[in-house]
């Protein structure tokens, strides 16, 4: 019995670790999800930025996400006219979701989430067909370098396995 107990012992802290590493890694998943016009039963993600008067934004939006870890291939930092962007590069299969999906939901919105924090912000204002989706970041510029690492280090490790 004395030589059981070590390794339960070790089948628990392994089994622990394992929960660990899946929630961090979970964190750090990238999803698009998009604005929501129904009744029926949807969610509210709150914007991060405040209005001028202080109050948040709450943006009703599907429970299901149009793209997920496997749509994404990596993120970069874009430096476009306006300013500082994340750019998505998509895989084929998340290139035509997306096609489709801004297709028949023009003038909607679109949340880029990185875990449960929304990091982007777009409204379609024309069907996407591109291989790369850019947002700008609703974080400060200065912390977009570390999120687009993190969030490769993530997709990395996603396509790895």
Do not use: W
Not at 102 to 114: K, Q
Not at 145 to 150: K, R
Request: glycine share 6%; hydrophobic share 40%.
């Amino acid at each position: 019995m004395k030589s059981l107990l070590p390794v339960f012992f070790s089948l628990v802290a392994l089994c622990f670790t394992g929960c660990v590493t899946s929630d961090s890694e979970q964190s750090m998943a990238p999803t698009m999800l998009m604005e929501s016009r129904t009744d029926g039963s949807v969610k509210y993600e709150m914007l991060p930025v405040p209005m001028p008067d202080g109050s948040l934004i709450q943006i009703p939006v599907s429970g299901t996400p149009i793209l997920g870890p496997d749509h994404f291939l990596r993120a970069d930092v874009a430096e476009v006219d306006l300013g500082v962007a994340i750019r998505m590069t998509l895989s084929r299969r998340g290139q035509v979701e997306l096609y489709q999906s801004s297709g028949f939901n023009l003038s909607r919105r679109l949340l880029l989430l990185v875990g449960t924090k929304v990091v982007g912000l777009r409204r379609i204002e024309t069907v996407m067909n591109e291989p790369h989706y850019f947002t700008f970041a609703l974080v400060p510029d200065s912390e977009i370098p570390e999120l687009v690492l993190q969030i490769n280090d993530y997709l990395e490790a996603y396509h790895s396995r």
